[in-house]
């Protein structure tokens, strides 16, 4: 038996009543997944979906978010794709779309990933599960330190070129809810910048993710003598960039950061 639902795309997908063989596109969605507890509903994953090892271990991987396997995904049938705006490619998701149902998040902000929490828990048939994630984050970000002063701050996801989370985006999200300023301005959502112009912005903080781009010494180095006034971290980029039940685990992350910058 079928039935007629919504992605945040508001798209009309139909769906099993109880899906059995589902496919995420998402790392982060799929560690979702993992802990509304769906062990056997999932069968494939993309090589980036660490989260839990042993499903990136154990679970067919499906090539990459943006390089997907498309023969391998015919092998598994699927009869639900979790897939999502950004991370995936449009041409690739139509394709999937024309044989498969295709279900697609798009987030920019906490809210929406609470919406994605809870469109995806009743998705599965794993409402209350879904709503436990969502309280304890809530939880976590309530007790965030607020009361020490704002730190302008510029957050690097790439290099070569030198690209940043401007506004816009999940991240940016995650900044101001610690209460930090994110200096980059709203044109663009990841603006390629010059280290003079960041310079020119005048942040405190020079944010180095783990991801996408690994970044290591070599660039925080070359940060440095770019920027001497600013302080240059390396930050975890699941912890703010990840809009799943890791945002669990971020708001710890977040909180010592506050604590130890």
Known sequence: MSRLVYDMMNREVWIPEFPQKIISLVPSQTELLYDLGLENEVVGITKFCVHPNGWWQHKKRVGGTKQLNLAQIDKLQPDLIIANKEENTQDQIEAL?????????????????????????ALVNRNEKANEIIESIEKGFSKLIKQFPNKKVAYFIWYQPWMCAGENTFIHQMLATMGWDNVLPADSRYPEVSLDYV??????????????????????????AALPESKILFVDGEMFSWYGSRMIKATNYLESLLLNV
Do not use: H
């Open 199 to 224: 310079k020119s912005l005048n942040p405190e903080l020079c944010l180095l993710s783990s991801e996408p781009f690994p970044f290591k010494e070599k660039q925080a180095n070359e940060l440095r």
């Open 97 to 121: 779309a024309a044989r498969f149902p295709v279900w697609i998040s798009d987030i920019n902000t906490i809210k929406d990933a609470f919406r994605m929490i809870q469109l995806l828990g």
